[in-house]
C-alpha cells in the first residue's frame, strides 16, 4: 500500500507564520502551497517551493477565492469565467517561482469555501478543472471521493488523487462536514491517527451521523495549522509505515 501524506503550506504572510513549515516538510511527501489569494506572499512562496524542491515533495497549488481577511473560508459569488480567471492567476504564480527552483506543480487542491463548492457544485469543479488542465493536463486533482470535481477532472481526462482529511468529520454524502458542527473537526490525535489507520485499512469511514460510507483513498492531509500538526504528520508516518504501507508522494503512485 503506497499513501500520500500531503499539507497546506506557506500560510502565511509577511513576517507572520501560522506553522512550522521547514519541520513539517520533513515528514510529508506532498505539499500544498498557499498561492498569495487566502494566505502567503511571493517571499513566502518562493520560499515554500525551494523548501519542498529539497525534500523532494511533490509540489501542489493551493488555490482559494481572493479572500485573505476570510483566510479563504467565506463563499464569494462570481461569474465562471472571472473564477477561472483567478484560478488560472494562482496557478501561474506558483510556476513562476518553480520554474526558477527548476521544479514542477504536479497537483492543484483546492481550499477551503472554493474547495467545499467545487467538491459539491459541478459548474464550479468544472470552471476548475477547465482553468488547471488549460494550464497543464498534467496536473492531477486532489479530490473528496465522490466528490463534483472528481467528477469533473476525469470527465476531462485528468488525474485524481482521492483525499481524506485526517482531522475532520464527514457527512453521509462524503463532503465535509461544516466547521463549528458537532464532530466536524477532531483534535484528539490517538483518535485522528485511528480514523487514518482505519480509513486505509477498510477503504470505509464512520461518519458524524453513524453511517459508515466508502473512502478509497490514495492521499491524507493533515492540517499544518493544527496544533502538534509535526508530531501528527510523524506519528502517521510512523504507523503507517508499520502497518506495511510506504508513504510515497502522488507522483510514486
Excluded: W
Amino acid at each position: 500500500m503506497k499513501i500520500d501524506i500531503n499539507s497546506d503550506m506557506g500560510e502565511g504572510f509577511g513576517p507572520y507564520t501560522l506553522a512550522d513549515d521547514e519541520a513539517l516538510m520533513a515528514q510529508i511527501s506532498s505539499a500544498n502551497v498557499a498561492c498569495g489569494y487566502h494566505a502567503g506572499d511571493p517571499l513566502i512562496m518562493d520560499r515554500t517551493v525551494r523548501l519542498a524542491r529539497d525534500h523532494d515533495v511533490d509540489l501542489g497549488a493551493h488555490v482559494s477565492f481572493p479572500d485573505r481577511m476570510g483566510f479563504g473560508r467565506r463563499k464569494m459569488d462570481m461569474p465562471l469565467p472571472e473564477l477561472e480567471a483567478h484560478v488560472l492567476y494562482q496557478i501561474g504564480a506558483l510556476a513562476a517561482f518553480a520554474r526558477r527552483a527548476d521544479y514542477r506543480i504536479t497537483h492543484m487542491n483546492p481550499h477551503g469555501a472554493l474547495g467545499n463548492l467545487a467538491s459539491s457544485v459541478p459548474e464550479i469543479a468544472e470552471a476548475l478543472a477547465r482553468a488547471t488542465m488549460q494550464f497543464d493536463p498534467e496536473i492531477a486533482f486532489l479530490v473528496l471521493p465522490g466528490s463534483a470535481l472528481e467528477t469533473a477532472a476525469l470527465q476531462r481526462g485528468g488525474k485524481v488523487a482521492r483525499l481524506f482529511l485526517a482531522d475532520r468529520g464527514y457527512l453521509p454524502n462524503g463532503q465535509l462536514a461544516p466547521r463549528g458542527t458537532s464532530g466536524a473537526v477532531i483534535k484528539d490525535e490517538a483518535e485522528v491517527v485511528s480514523r487514518v489507520l482505519g480509513v486505509l485499512q477498510q477503504q470505509t469511514l464512520t461518519c458524524v451521523t453513524g453511517e459508515e460510507i466508502p473512502m478509497p483513498v490514495q492521499s491524507v492531509l493533515v492540517h499544518s495549522d493544527t496544533p502538534g500538526a509535526v508530531q501528527l504528520a510523524r506519528r502517521l508516518k510512523q504507523e503507517i509505515t508499520d502497518a506495511g504501507g510506504q508513504i510515497a508522494p502522488l507522483t510514486a503512485q
